[in-house]
């Protein structure tokens, strides 16, 4: 069963970073493009970054393009997203995805003084 | 990519049949998936390439077009369909979703 789950996320003020984590489990996690999707209280969902398979290709929402770096670690099955810079719009639940075919249930951020 | 997906709410009953609208500004070819969202779970893939049905979708639901107009249609609607649903272009980046539908109970 293919599960993926987040972690990392929290209260942080604004101007701090943040790192977000996503466990992959139940499928050859090197074999797939992975995907930061967010959601904002009450809003509709944001595509965010996206990393191929072995980390050739990466692309990043023009919204947190040079303050978000998304990475994998294949040898443990987990995706990261590092956040700086952080912004009161960057509040969000925040999804990782396998391609488009499944995704995580969310881990929140919330920034905010 | 802009996403325009329509109607915003949709209040249905069990039995009935529905139809949800997405139309992409710009032409998409059938790169369009579509996803259902329910509180507490994981957001599922419900079809992609805009009209193929993801392993495990019931075959009440369908999805049609290509290019920049699309349609899911739920037929014979039943009580665990209620939720929300959202059309992703992924013809080019930014992946881009429509705002959403929220089917509700009549």
Not at chain 2, 32 to 41: D, F, M, R, S
Not at chain 2, 59 to 74: E, P, Y
Request: charged share 15%; hydrophobic share 30%; net charge positive.
């Amino acid at each position: 069963e293919v599960q993926l789950v987040e972690s990392g996320g929290g209260l942080v003020q604004p101007g701090r970073s943040l790192k977000l984590s996503c466990l992959a489990s139940g499928f050859t996690f090197s074999n797939y493009g992975m995907n930061w999707i967010r959601q904002a209280p009450g809003k509709g969902l944001e595509w965010v970054a996206s990393i191929s398979s072995s980390s050739s290709y990466i692309y990043y929402a023009d919204t947190v393009k040079g303050r978000f770096t998304i990475s994998r670690d294949n040898a443990k099955n987990t995706l990261y997203l590092q956040m700086t810079s952080l912004r009161s719009e960057d509040t969000a639940l925040y999804y990782c995805a396998r391609l488009r075919d499944y995704w995580g249930q969310g881990v929140m951020v919330t920034v905010s003084s | 990519v802009q996403m325009t997906q329509s109607p915003s709410y949709l209040a249905a009953s069990p039995g009935e049949s529905v139809s949800i609208s997405c139309k992409a500004s710009k032409s998409i070819s059938n790169n369009l998936a579509w996803y259902q969202e329910k509180p507490g779970k994981a957001n599922k893939l419900l079809i992609h390439s805009g009209s193929t049905l993801q392993s495990g979708t019931p075959s009440r639901f369908s999805g049609s077009g290509s290019g920049t107009d699309f349609t899911l249609t739920i037929r014979s609607l039943e009580s665990e369909d209620f939720a929300v649903y959202y059309c992703q272009q992924y013809n080019e980046y930014p992946d881009t979703f429509g705002a959403g539908t929220k089917l509700e109970l009549k």
